[in-house]
T-cell receptor, first 112, second 110 residues
């Protein structure tokens, strides 16, 4: 079955560490996205990529970095510069036309 | 910048009721609008997608309408069931990006 796989489901980070969240899709979608969700709030866009080797900042990109070396993969690194990284992170993809988005099951990151 | 408002923020109803969730958005230049469901601690499940040229879409007990000119969409749930309990998110799409509201948290009581 086609879909998006995010791993790990839960991640704990010590202050000052960088961590990388994985996102893989087998839908042959061109565009991929990373969102952050805080309790009681909507999703906010961190980064997006519409084609391999190209990506753009979203609304809250500070303290995050991404790469898009393969069409299927769009990993997100949460750097030590992100002051409040504890949140639920969701990856999504869409085809070139933007017709409908598919979401992964999310990664919950906690700073300890 | 697109802003999305969902009303009510929370709703509790007895099983069997028909209900309406509201979504408003500030920029009417949208490509489409998608309704999602989110269960606690889970990802988003797409329920319905309405193209900007369409007025409504139906799937089973769900019906979503879109009035692009007024910046409004509604999600109608018929004969609600306890399994419908979740947070419902509205997301208009423009410039190939989704903008989300804060959602409506629905509880259907048995």
């Amino acid at each position: 079955d086609g879909g998006i796989t995010q791993s790990p489901k839960y991640l704990f980070r010590k202050e000052g560490q960088n961590v990388t969240l994985s996102c893989e899709q087998n839908l042959n979608h061109d565009a991929m996205y990373w969102y952050r969700q805080d309790p009681g709030q909507g999703l906010r866009l961190i980064y997006y990529s519409q084609i391999v080797n190209d990506f753009q900042k979203g609304d809250i990109a500070e303290g995050y970095s991404v790469s898009r070396e393969k069409k299927e993969s769009f990993p997100l690194t949460v750097t030590s510069a992100q002051k409040n990284p504890t949140a639920f992170y969701l990856c999504a993809s869409s085809d070139k036309s933007g017709y409908g988005y598919t979401f992964g099951s999310g990664t919950r990151l906690t700073v300890v | 910048k697109q802003e999305v408002t969902q009303i009510p923020a929370a709703l509790s109803v007895p099983e069997g009721e028909n209900l309406v969730l509201n979504c408003s958005f500030t920029d009417s230049a949208i490509y489409n609008l998608q309704w999602f469901r989110q269960d606690p601690g889970k990802g988003l499940t797409s329920l319905l997608l309405i193209q900007s040229s369409q007025r409504e879409q139906t799937s089973g007990r769900l019906n979503a309408s879109l009035d692009k000119s007024s910046g409004r969409s509604t999600l109608y749930i018929a004969a609600s069931q306890p399994g419908d309990s979740a947070t419902y998110l509205c997301a208009p799409s423009s410039a190939r990006q989704l903008t989300f509201g804060s959602g409506t948290q629905l509880t259907v009581l048995p």
